[in-house]
């Protein structure tokens, strides 16, 4: 099984001269915007630079390069996610000039290594705990009471309903 740092190291050297323009996250900001997130975004990168790098052997880490814009997309997205933004991610991936398995790939890494940083939360809440308006009335039938345990049905006598 081959580790995501390995996966996306492999990604470094595979990038095309065509994918090595830089994109700026403030462009990216303007863009999508999301122009609150560049600060985040900033900070992420650097931490996952700086995660990545000390992950590697010495013998690779001169030939790491993060100007390739594949990174700061990737950290774009997943801070806009972590912040509850919708982001186009298709639009994304061809703004940055990535195949979608290369932004897979980071985003992949991205997440291992900054999980602090770029962890999206997947835990579902106690519907119970979640306050909603519960002045409105439940429209679903297993709601409601009857007043004399009459049924509802087109044969039996009309029952009048009454609303929890």
Do not use: W
Request: proline content about 5%.
């Amino acid at each position: 099984m081959v580790s995501s740092i390995e996966f996306s190291y492999k990604t470094f050297s595979r990038a095309s001269p065509s994918s090595r323009t830089k994109l700026d996250i403030r462009e990216l900001g303007i863009q999508f915007g999301c122009v609150r997130l560049i600060p985040f975004v900033k900070k992420g990168l650097s931490l996952y630079k700086d995660r990545f790098l000390a992950s590697l052997p010495s013998s690779k880490q001169a030939s790491a390069d993060f100007t390739r814009p594949v990174f700061t997309t990737v950290a774009f997205y997943l801070c806009a996610k972590k912040h509850k933004l919708k982001i186009d991610k298709v639009r994304l991936i061809e703004v940055c000039g990535t195949s979608e398995s290369e932004f897979s790939c980071v985003s992949t890494s991205m997440k291992d290594l900054c999980h602090d940083v770029f962890e999206i939360s997947s835990e579902k809440k106690d519907p119970k705990e979640v306050k909603g308006n519960r002045e409105l009335p439940d429209v679903l039938p297993e709601k409601r009471k009857f007043d004399d345990g009459g049924y509802l049905s087109d044969e039996g006598p009309e029952v009048t309903l009454h609303y929890l």
